[in-house]
């Protein structure tokens, strides 16, 4: 656990890679500005500079610039957004095509002496845990990509129901993964039109939640990417962080990580728990307050 001053706050983080070549998610944590970043390639797939995809280099980029925390976190958000775009341009991405552009999710907390600023876009999540045990999400949202895994678990019961866990058989994960691919340029499509993301448009920042919060009564701020999600059977159009919250107070950061984890490899292939891959990057923040807070 890091040390922060003044010493009444603590915190600790996780960046982990996931089942993926590369992380795509990178975090901020100095001083008293606290963010996570989840960066998403384009569907094109292409690759720069030492085999980095778009996603990486679009979460790098934002994270770089809110390190310098130096303008209300809204003004640093749409710096980032231009930056991305700048950064895209000159490795000659053809910008025209939605298709074709990096993004990343982001939520980001700036402590002051009795309130904390905050900014969010994309899936990422700010949890205020109180010191009752409640808590409230800073963001109510609905999940973005509740359409696409509930297309997942009906395609996955429909072609596999019944069958062994084990090994896939090939060929109906080619029928099933050929079935996902126009649901997911059609959720890709909707970047700032349906939900909001640094991508480089300027419609992004019309899709930037703000705001600032009393530190009064908070005993712990929770900031992460989708990858710290709990696996379940049961889709949700709103998340549900009750199980989350208690499992942190129970075990910690690293410990609900693990649980995390260990949930995942129980079901590699997907088939239980509906996601996107067996395990996704994780970035994550826990930040915890002295009760005179």
């Not at 010493?7 to 600790?12: R, V």
Request: with cysteine.
């Amino acid at each position: 656990m890091k040390k922060l001053a003044p010493p009444k706050i603590q915190f600790s983080t996780i960046l982990e890679k996931g089942t993926s070549k590369q992380n795509e998610d990178y975090l901020v944590a100095e001083q008293n500005i606290f963010g996570v970043f989840d960066g998403a390639t384009s569907l094109d797939r292409n690759r720069f500079e030492q085999e980095r995809t778009g996603g990486m280099i679009a979460s790098h980029t934002a994270a770089n610039v809110f390190r310098k925390n130096h303008y209300p976190l809204t003004r640093l958000a749409s710096q980032a957004n231009d930056e991305i775009m700048q950064q895209m341009v000159l490795r000659g991405v053809d910008v025209s095509r939605k298709e074709n552009l990096w993004s990343t999710s982001a939520a980001v907390v700036r402590l002051k002496e009795d309130t904390l600023e905050w900014v969010q876009t994309g899936d990422a999540v700010i949890l205020l845990i109180y010191e009752d045990g409640t808590y409230k999400a800073l963001v109510d949202r609905e999940d973005q990509d509740h359409e696409t895994l509930s297309l997942w678990q009906n395609l996955v019961t429909t072609h596999l129901e019944g069958q062994a866990q084990g090994p896939a058989d090939s060929l109906k994960l080619m029928q099933i993964n050929g079935a996902m691919a126009s649901q997911i340029h059609k959720v890709r499509m909707g970047m700032n039109v349906t939900y909001g993301v640094l991508n480089g448009e300027k419609a992004a920042e019309e899709f930037l939640n703000q705001g600032e919060e009393a530190l009064e009564g908070i005993s712990h701020l929770l900031i992460f990417t989708d990858g710290l999600t709990i696996p379940s059977a049961e889709l949700e159009n709103k998340k549900d962080f009750t199980p989350l919250v208690d499992a942190y107070l129970n075990m910690g950061l690293d410990g609900l990580k693990n649980m995390i984890r260990r949930k995942e490899e129980q079901d590699p292939h997907c088939f239980t728990f509906p996601r996107f891959k067996c395990h996704d990057d994780i970035a994550a923040i826990a930040v915890s307050f002295a009760a005179v807070c």
